[in-house]
């Protein structure tokens, strides 16, 4: 299974911040790499697919970037909404995995 | 608009057998473009993606689940289903349905989630 990482594991952001999260993968994955966001109690909702590809309805302020094993989720300016915990998944290969999660609160 | 609705026990006793559905509304099980997978979280724990099966019936599991996970469809009734056996308490989580529409195994559509927890 390809393994995945995050950092930082948690951060304390202010409204209007520019958050970046990154994401490695345990081997090269060429551009198959995903972001969703969760808040409690709720399903993961996709943010980003194809590593920079913007779901639909998902404001512009998130964006992603990067290819094979390296990877940042940005937010540009942090809005009262967005405050969640953030997971990458990859899914180049069988079985999808995922990150452990990036968690952001207010500072 | 596609919608995913999970149902099924809350309450599992260890060494059973856990038994889920999920009810698609909005479109059909049976279109080519789609295939449907269950994803679990345990308390404050991360995502794990448990398996999925194409409208073909092809199914594929995560390999540490794979001896006791069966993912099946009922097209005539519009629903897919999990069953994973011999449950222990490791097996407590909330399990989502899901599936991607755009890219394999990027989830777009989620189920609300349903909580189980093994318990005697």
């Known amino acids: 299974d390809i393994q995945m990482t995050q950092s930082p594991s948690s951060l304390s952001a202010s409204v209007g911040d520019r958050v970046t999260i990154t994401c490695r993968a345990s081997?090269?994955?060429?551009?198959?790499l995903n972001w969703y966001q969760q808040k409690p109690g709720k399903a993961p909702k996709l943010l980003i697919y194809?590593?920079?590809s913007l779901q639909s309805g998902v404001p512009s302020r998130f964006s992603g970037s990067g290819s094979g094993t390296d990877f940042t989720l940005t937010i540009s300016s942090l809005q009262p909404e967005d405050f969640a915990t953030y997971y990458c998944?990859?899914?180049?290969?069988?079985?999808?995995?995922f990150g452990p999660g990036t968690k952001v609160d207010i500072k | 608009q596609l919608q995913l609705q999970e149902s099924g026990p809350g309450l599992v006793k260890p060494s059973e057998t856990l038994s889920l559905t999920c009810t698609v509304s909005?479109?059909?099980?049976?279109?080519?473009?789609?295939?449907w997978g269950w994803i679990r979280q345990p308390p404050g724990k991360g995502l794990e993606w448990i398996g999925s099966?194409?409208?073909?019936?092809?199914?594929y599991y995560n390999p540490s689940l794979k001896s006791r996970v069966t993912i099946s469809v009922d097209t005539s009734k519009n629903q897919f289903s999990l069953k994973l056996s011999s449950v222990t308490a490791a097996d407590t989580a909330v399990y989502y349905c899901?599936?991607?529409?755009?890219?394999?195994?990027?989830?777009?559509?989620w189920g609300q989630g349903t909580m189980v927890t093994v318990s005697s």
């Open positions: 899901a599936m991607p529409r755009v890219v394999v195994h990027a989830f777009d559509i």
């Open positions: 909005g479109g059909s099980i049976s279109s080519s473009s789609y295939y």
């Open positions: 099966i194409y409208y073909s019936g092809s199914t």
């Open positions: 081997q090269s994955i060429s551009s198959y």
């Open positions: 194809a590593a920079s």
């Open positions: 998944q990859q899914s180049y290969s069988t079985p999808p995995t």
